[in-house]
């Protein structure tokens, strides 16, 4: 599966993992790509052209830049469970 098989999936993990220690500062945070554009760090034109790409997804861009998917059911991990809001 594509999502497992992309970088960012193991980091999150690991991520998620070390915000359960409490001796740990790490987080987990997805910041739309509205904020970047404001902050000159994405331009408007570079995403419409990224969408106008033959093999553009809307899936993978929500969940890769838009931060706007949402989870169909939570992810337990150890027993805990993690939802998005």
Known sequence: MYFKDHWSYNKTLDTFRMMLDDN???????LPYQLSIQEGLLFP???????????????????????????????????IVATRC
């Not at 740990?24 to 997805?30: A, P």
């Not at 990224?50 to 150890?78: Q, T």
């Open 24 to 30: 740990k500062t790490d987080f987990v945070c997805g």
């Open 45 to 79: 034109e570079d995403v419409e052209s990224d969408m106008l790409e033959s093999d553009f997804n809307e899936i993978k861009w929500s969940i890769n830049i838009s931060v706007l998917l949402k989870p169909i059911e939570p992810v337990a991990h150890g027993g």
